[in-house]
């Protein structure tokens, strides 16, 4: 028998039982649509996080106070070894560098008429903006004045400028914090949270009238930091700027041992990022592929059963002269069939869940065409190996045993 005419025979016996079929199927399907939908998931937080990363600012390291192994422990209070002047001397001294933006922060009640809200104060400096990619979408930014003075002066975050104005302009606006009045003076464009910090819900001053009128100074050394933001001249300069920094801070410290900061870099935290959402895609995909399995399970359970049922259908092609291979071709043929056909239902679910996941979600997954090919092969492979067993059981049936037990 030609392949052609198994392939016929198969459809017709599938779609005689098409409540059966569809329920053999239904465990390849939901594995599938599963396997898919956790890769472009996983594929599509790598993307989101990537993304935040990069709007961190372009070449942008990170100089964060304490020791890399203490912060990782999870210390009970952030070190003080980081101060602005740290800063000063970075931007004066390092050639690598294009920009230094110390930053600190705290929560407190920022209030405006009859309008309050508990949100971030952040300090920090004028190379702010460029350090970290903003821009003002009204009025200007802090200068240098404004830094030398301790000026009582604020930059409202997008979001935070809509909750207390509306639509009014609020440039020229008097709001208090921790009841001190502070005049606006711009508004940052919206740009979104970053690593935790929504600078659009955030009050900008300066981290000179931060330290001298909302926190206090804390530091014996000079004004603390959270830590300082630094802009290397181009991606070539990273790991230049890097070890030069080390360097100035180990002499301003004095340090002859363990360095009391540590340095992050953008592409190490992209490495990290990428790391762990590439493990736990890879792991939400092997769990979800436990359905593929279960699958094949039923479709081999189903094989048998039509096997049993279709007995003397078999005794009866075997007396008029079909071979054990013409049977084991027969319902291999089937049970692949059954495999790529709940694959290929299980993909189009798949896609679409992605595309639901993308409309209601800030993740934008993708859709891997990697994955698809993969699914559907493990798919096709599956049918091929548990349908091995019925095959071979209904290809080593005696005819007239055959016969005679139908």
């Given at each position: 028998?030609?392949?052609a005419?198994?392939?016929?025979?198969?459809?017709?016996?599938?779609?005689?039982?098409?409540?059966?079929?569809?329920?053999?199927?239904?465990?390849?399907?939901?594995?599938?649509?599963?396997?898919?939908?956790?890769?472009g998931?996983?594929?599509?937080?790598?993307?989101?996080?990537?993304?935040?990363?990069?709007?961190?600012?372009?070449?942008?390291?990170?100089?964060?106070?304490?020791?890399?192994?203490t912060?990782?422990?999870?210390?009970?209070?952030?070190?003080?070894?980081?101060?602005?002047?740290?800063?000063?001397?970075?931007?004066?001294?390092?050639?690598?560098?294009?920009?230094?933006?110390?930053?600190?922060?705290?929560?407190?009640?920022?209030?405006?008429?009859?309008?309050?809200?508990n949100?971030?104060?952040?300090?920090?400096?004028?190379?702010?903006?460029?350090?970290?990619?903003?821009?003002?979408?009204?009025?200007?930014?802090?200068?240098?004045?404004?830094?030398?003075?301790?000026?009582?002066?604020?930059?409202?975050?997008?979001?935070?400028?809509?909750?207390?104005?509306g639509?009014?302009?609020?440039?020229?606006?008097?709001?208090?914090i921790q009841?001190?009045?502070?005049?606006?003076?711009?508004?940052?464009?919206?740009?979104?949270?970053?690593?935790?910090?929504?600078?659009?819900?955030?009050?900008?001053?300066?981290?000179?009238?931060?330290?001298?009128?909302?926190?206090?100074?804390?530091?014996?050394?000079?004004?603390?930091?959270?830590?300082?933001a630094?802009?290397?001249?181009?991606?070539?300069?990273?790991?230049?700027?890097?070890?030069?920094i080390?360097?100035?801070?180990?002499?301003?410290?004095?340090?002859?041992?363990?360095?009391?900061?540590?340095?992050?870099?953008?592409?190490?935290?992209?490495?990290?990022?990428?790391t762990?959402?590439?493990?736990?895609?890879?792991?939400?995909?092997?769990?979800?592929?436990?359905s593929?399995?279960?699958?094949?399970?039923?479709?081999?359970?189903?094989?048998?059963?039509?096997?049993?049922?279709?007995?003397?259908?078999?005794?009866?092609?075997?007396?008029?002269?079909?071979?054990?291979?013409?049977?084991?071709?027969?319902?291999?043929?089937?049970?692949?069939?059954?495999?790529?056909?709940?694959?290929?239902?299980?993909?189009?679910?798949?896609?679409?869940?992605?595309?639901l996941?993308?409309?209601?979600?800030?993740?934008?997954?993708?859709?891997?065409?990697?994955?698809?090919?993969?699914?559907?092969?493990?798919?096709?492979?599956?049918?091929?190996?548990?349908?091995v067993?019925?095959?071979?059981?209904?290809?080593?049936?005696?005819p007239?045993?055959?016969?005679?037990?139908?």
């Open positions: 028998m030609d392949l005419e198994s392939l016929k025979m198969a459809m017709k016996t599938l779609t005689a039982n098409k409540l059966r079929s569809g329920l053999t199927m239904l465990g390849i399907i939901i594995g599938n649509a599963s396997v898919i939908s956790m890769i998931l996983g594929e599509g937080a790598q993307l989101f996080i990537n993304e935040q990363l990069q709007e961190l600012g372009p070449n942008v390291l990170f100089i964060i106070p304490g020791n890399r192994e912060r990782q422990l999870g210390a009970l209070e952030a070190p003080r070894t980081l101060v602005v002047d740290d800063a000063i001397a970075i931007a004066e001294q390092v050639p690598s560098v294009q920009a230094v933006a110390p930053e600190n922060s705290t929560r407190t009640l920022v209030t405006y008429l009859n309008r309050n809200t949100t971030t104060v952040v300090g920090t400096t004028p190379d702010f903006l460029q350090v970290r990619s903003f821009t003002v979408d009204q009025g200007r930014f802090l200068t240098d004045t404004d830094l030398k003075r301790s000026e009582r002066v604020v930059v409202l975050g997008n979001t935070l400028a809509d909750r207390f104005f639509r009014d302009n609020p440039v020229g606006k008097q709001i208090r009841n001190i009045s502070f005049e606006v003076i711009g508004v940052l464009t919206g740009k979104g949270s970053n690593l935790g910090l929504d600078y659009d819900d955030s009050a900008l001053v300066p981290i000179t009238t931060l330290s001298s009128r909302i926190i206090g100074r804390t530091s014996p050394y000079g004004i603390e930091v959270s830590y300082i630094v802009s290397a001249r181009d991606a070539d300069s990273m790991n230049t700027a890097e070890f030069q080390t360097n100035l801070l180990r002499l301003r410290h004095q340090i002859t041992r363990d360095d009391d900061f540590f340095i992050n870099s953008q592409q190490a935290l992209l490495d990290i990022a990428n762990i959402t590439g493990a736990l895609t890879l792991m939400l995909a092997a769990i979800a592929s436990i593929l399995v279960v699958g094949g399970i039923g479709i081999m359970n189903i094989m048998l059963v039509s096997v049993r049922e279709r007995t003397q259908e078999i005794g009866l092609r075997k007396a008029i002269g079909a071979s054990q291979q013409d049977i084991l071709v027969q319902f291999m043929i089937e049970a692949v069939i059954l495999s790529i056909a709940g694959g290929a239902i299980g993909v189009g679910l798949g896609v679409s869940g992605i595309l996941i993308g409309a209601f979600t800030p993740f934008q997954p993708g859709v891997s065409m990697t994955a698809i090919a993969l699914a559907v092969s493990v798919s096709g492979g599956i049918g091929l190996f548990f349908g067993v019925p095959a071979r059981q209904a290809a080593k049936l005696d007239i045993v055959a016969l005679r037990s139908a």
